[in-house]
């Protein structure tokens, strides 16, 4: 990809190097750090300005996040599972169980963009609530008729017949994460 060589050589001869005919430029290695820098990403995509112009994080706001699902044991996604928690229910569609924690990881990594709230690592809105539908297995693999499953349980997620507490649904395709389906704030209000 790049014609070039990586070398570690003498400060005193960068000038020869740099003068060599089949030399463009001379460039000094850099040190680089992974991520680290939540709150830049926040402001480059203008989420802090929809917090400061609407005046909501998405407190009230239920979010199903249909994927792997969640580890929900991670401290900025609430450390904990249930009624009360950043996590506040789900199933697994996958394991046929109540407990849809993550075997995978990318459903944990879509819930973080979403509604990460701590302190090294923040989401979009990170006050909502989460609701983890498990369609994706360890391998990262799934049904089509576990994805219809837990779509339908999203739109009624008490299981009651009634949409009234229906969630927004959110899921991550080819790369992008996509926000589907917008349902109604979990208070009763207005459909968003
Ligand atoms: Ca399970
Ligand atoms: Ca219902």
Redesign the pocket.
Known sequence: MIAGVAATIPEEDLDAVRNLDYVTAVHHDRILRASATPARNITQICADQVWSQLGTRGSGVTVAVIDTCIDYTHPALGGGFGPGKKVAGGYDFINGDADPRDDHDRGTHVAGIIAADGADLIGVAPDVTLIAYKVLGSTGQGTMSAIIAALERSA???????????TAVSWRKHGETTWHAAGRRSHGGRSS
Do not use: K, Q
């Not at 009624?156 to 229906?166: F, I, K, L, M, R």
């Open positions: 009624d997620p008490n299981d009651d017949g009634s949409s009234s507490e229906a």
